[in-house]
Nanobody
Framework: QVQLVESGGGLVQAGGSLRLSCAAS????????MAWFRQAPGKERDFVGA????????YYADSVKGRFTISRDNAKNTVYLQMNSLMPEDTAVYYC???????????????WGQGTQVTVSS
């Protein structure tokens, strides 16, 4: 069982930046692909970005490509999401997830954090 804890959310003005962190409970976290998803009120949980076990490959949603960067530090069992040029439509609860497969699919991630709120004001 892997426990994930997100941090770093908050309120930011449009055009600003935030860095989210996701700390995993186990040293074996490096055995998992990691991803970020987000869910706005009344909407489904959507894919944001994913990173492979080694950190050498990443996927991004088209809506965040060029603005968000996902990275990981396996020595610290931590995954990051650097968010730049934030827009009001980025407002959502952001979730970290871990799974056996490097994928954009929500269904392939077995472990989830509780989420952290990101609010972007216009």
């Amino acid at each position: 069982q892997v426990q994930l804890v997100e941090s770093g959310g908050g309120l930011v003005q449009a055009g600003g930046s935030l860095r989210l962190s996701c700390a995993a409970s186990q040293r074996t976290a490096s055995s998992y692909a990691m991803a970020w998803f987000r869910q706005a009120p009344g909407k489904e949980r959507d894919f944001v970005g994913a990173i492979s076990r080694s950190g050498s490959s990443m996927y991004y949603a088209d809506s965040v490509k060029g603005r968000f960067t996902i990275s990981r530090d396996n020595a610290k069992n931590t995954v990051y999401l650097q968010m730049n040029s934030l827009m009001p439509e980025d407002t959502a609860v952001y979730y970290c997830a871990a799974g056996a497969f490097f994928s954009r699919s929500r269904d392939l991630y077995n472990y989830w954090g509780q989420g952290t709120q990101v609010t972007v004001s216009s």
